[in-house]
C-alpha cells in the first residue's frame, strides 16, 4: 500500500504470532513459578528451618546473565525490570518479604525499594534511617533499605554513623538515578505566581541553578522530605514541591517541569541492609569499617595492604569517633568478596595494622 500500511492480512498474522508467543510465556512462568515452589518445599524436607530464600547473588547473577544475553530491541534496564518482576513474584510464593524503607510514603527510598525488589514483597514506610536499621535488628521486617551517598550531595553521614554499633550487614546496594520534577496543585499555575518551593535540601541543592533561572523570586523552604512538600502544596494554590513522579502520582500534582536537576547524571545509592551474609555473585563489592592506630602515617598503613594485594578502593569516608575527640573510623568500599583470596590476604595484613576492622558486608555490585 502507498501510505506504508501493512496488509490487514499480514497485521492478522503478527497478531496471531503474538497470542502464540504470550501463551508459551504464560506456561514458562508457571513452570519457573512451579520451580519456585518446589524450593521451599526440598529445604523443609532437609529440614532447613532457618533458610534465606532470597538469595542477593542468585538473583544478580540472572540479571547480569539476561543483560548478556539480550539481543535487542528491548533496552537492558527492560529486560531487567522485567525479570525483578519475575523473580519478585516468584520468590513471594516462598516467602513475602517485609522490606522497610526510609518514608514517608513517595520517597525516592521507596523507589529503589521498589526498583531493587519489584511488588512481590511488603512496604514499611519509616520516619527515620535508626528506625529503619532498628526495625531490621529486632526482626519486624526482613530487610532495610537506607540511602548512603548522592553523587552530587555527597554521603548521608547518618547512615555511616549507625553502623558503628549496628549488628547488621550490607546486603546489596541500588542506584537509581533522580530526576526531580517541580510539581504543584493547579494546572494554571506559572513560574510567575510561585510564592514558596518546598523540597528536602539536598533536593533544593541539587536543582540551585534551575531555581535561580526559572523562579528566582520564590522563597524556598526545606523540609523533612520531599514528600512532605508535596503534601503541603495540596492545599497551598501558589506553592510548588520539588519531588519525584511517585509523589505526584500519589498526592494527585501537577507537574509543572520535569527535569529540573542541575546535573543530568545526578544519582543516588542506596544500601540494603539485614542480617545475612551474601556469597560470592561474581562481580562484588566489599565494605569495611576501619579505626586507626594512632599514629604516624596511620591511612597510609590502611591502605598500603589493599594496594599491595591489587584491590581498587571506590570509596573511602571518614567519620569521628562518638567516643574520644580528634579519632576517626573510616569507611571503605572495595571491589572483591570477603571470599576472594586477594581480599583475604590483604584484611589478614590490615588486621595488623588497624585497631579495630570490620567487614559491614560483601555483595553484588549494583544492576541497572
Known sequence: MSDGTLPATTLLDIRQRIDFLDTEILQLLSE???????????KSVAGEMDVNFYRPEREAQILRRMV???????????IT????AIISSCLALEQCLRIAYLGPEGSYTQAAAQKHFNQGVKMLSLASISQVFREVEVGTVDYGVVPIENSTEGVVSHTLDLFVQSPLSICGEIHLPIHHSLMCHSDSLNYDNVKVIYGHQQSLAQCRAWLDSHVPNATRIAVSSNSEGARRVQSEPYSVAIA??????????????????DNPNNTTRFLVIGDQKVECSGDDKTTLLVSAKNRSGALYHLLKPLKDHGLDMTRIESRPSKDTNWEYFFFMDIDGHLSDQNVQAALNELKQEAELIRVLGSYPKAIL
Open 68 to 78: 548478556e544475553m539480550n539481543q535487542g530491541p528491548l533496552k537492558d534496564q527492560q
Open 32 to 42: 519457573r513459578a512451579k520451580c519456585a515452589e518446589s524450593v521451599a518445599k526440598v
Open 244 to 261: 519525584g513522579q511517585v509523589a505526584a502520582e500519589l498526592y494527585k500534582l501537577h507537574t509543572l517541569q520535569e527535569n529540573i536537576e
Open 81 to 84: 525490570h522485567i525479570y525483578r
